[in-house]
């Protein structure tokens, strides 16, 4: 198989800037090894050359932990948590890569309910991943 017919899916993210993780980073301390904190999935699964949507006003408004190696936070994009796909817009913050991967924020937002917290502002671009 050559490497041009993996048709590998894409993705529009609005990816965090420095200043939001940091700011994050001293509210949150990631409590898993690993430390993800980089991007809020928009939509899943687009094609290359799909056009980005404009930049949005971002805040996280929740957050949840599994108790045994994955926590997230929950983010509104322009006033909403909810996904096109009926997904929580999040931002996967850590984990224990030996249990979990970050797709995994999903089931974990799915199954379990977040605390809602006192809106925190963020800054991030959108970007095709």
């Known amino acids: 198989m050559k490497l041009q017919e993996i048709n590998m899916e894409k993705y529009i993210a609005y990816v965090l800037d420095q200043s939001s993780r940091d700011v994050l980073k001293a ?3 990631p409590k898993y090894p690993t430390f993800v ?7 899943f699964g687009v094609p290359e050359g799909t056009e980005l949507p404009p930049p949005a006003q971002l805040r996280v408004v929740g957050y949840v932990d599994s108790g045994d190696g994955l926590e997230a936070l929950v983010v509104s994009v322009s006033g909403s948590t909810a996904r096109q796909d009926g997904k929580i817009y ?3 913050w850590s984990l224990d890569s030996g249990k979990y ?4 924020s999903n089931t974990l937002l799915k199954a ?3 605390t809602i917290i006192r809106s925190i502002p963020i800054n991030g671009n959108p970007e095709l991943l």
């Open 27 to 29: 509210k949150f301390p």
């Open 37 to 43: 904190g980089h991007h809020v999935t928009y939509q």
């Open 90 to 92: 999040h931002l996967t």
């Open 101 to 104: 991967k970050p797709v995994d």
């Open 112 to 114: 379990k309910r977040y």
